[in-house]
């Protein structure tokens, strides 16, 4: 009986660790996605309004800001087998 629940578990376990591995690439691409959308949207503020991407508006800290974000959220799904 508790050899049938090990492996109930491990199983479930499997699974569990398959989704876990689904979930982390889809929203790696979704990270992926966002930026570029932010750098398609940094090109053109700098082509057609320049002057956001400087003070008092500052714009350009913003976008920084974001990217670092992204880049985290990427390394957190590319590395999350680590943590495990």
Do not use: W
């Amino acid at each position: 009986r508790l050899e049938v629940e090990n492996a109930q578990l491990e199983t479930a376990r499997e699974r569990d660790m398959e989704v876990m591995h689904f979930l982390s690439h889809e929203l790696k691409n979704r990270f992926v996605a966002l930026r570029g959308l932010l750098e398609s949207a940094h090109l053109s503020l700098s082509e057609y309004a320049p002057q956001l991407l400087q003070a008092p508006h500052n714009v350009q800290e913003v976008f920084a800001d974001m990217v670092t974000g992204i880049e985290r959220g990427v390394f957190l799904c590319v590395n999350q087998g680590v943590a495990l």
